[in-house]
């Protein structure tokens, strides 16, 4: 019987987790609907799709009337803002290879350092996404 409920609460749990998750995605899935019609009412105001998506994100999601404001208040900036915002992108993803490369060479630097050849050492983090504890 104990082994029964533990596995009855075990599948609770996962339940709930499961229910979690579909909660989660469920609302990922509203804010994205609500988001894209927030851009559809932008367009027939006549408003370019990237402004309205560079408006809504700066004034938080999906109120178009801030979004709206925020395009007409900046009217000549707009284009500035969005080579600004797409440079900073391209710099983050940038580091973000940089600082991975640099991870993945110490790693396989201390592998080597332990008797491991090096091509099995570089096969490895790569199978692994660099985790050495796998």
Request: hydrophobic fraction near 35%.
């Amino acid at each position: 019987e104990r082994k029964k409920a533990t596995t009855t609460g075990r599948t609770v749990s996962q339940s709930t987790a499961a229910s979690d998750n579909s909660e989660e995605e469920e609302e990922s899935e509203a804010a994205a609907h609500l988001r894209e019609a927030a851009i559809a009412q932008m367009a027939e105001l006549g408003l370019p799709r990237s402004w309205s998506e560079l408006a809504l994100r700066r004034t938080g999601g999906t109120n178009i009337e801030a979004a709206v404001h925020f395009c007409l208040e900046r009217g000549g900036e707009m284009e500035r803002l969005l080579a600004e915002e797409s440079e900073r992108e391209r710099e983050s993803s940038g580091r973000r290879r940089v600082d991975r490369a640099e991870s993945t060479n110490h790693l396989l630097r201390q592998l080597t350092e332990m008797g491991f050849p090096s091509r099995w050492c570089a096969e490895a983090l790569a199978a692994t996404g660099n985790n050495v504890d796998e």
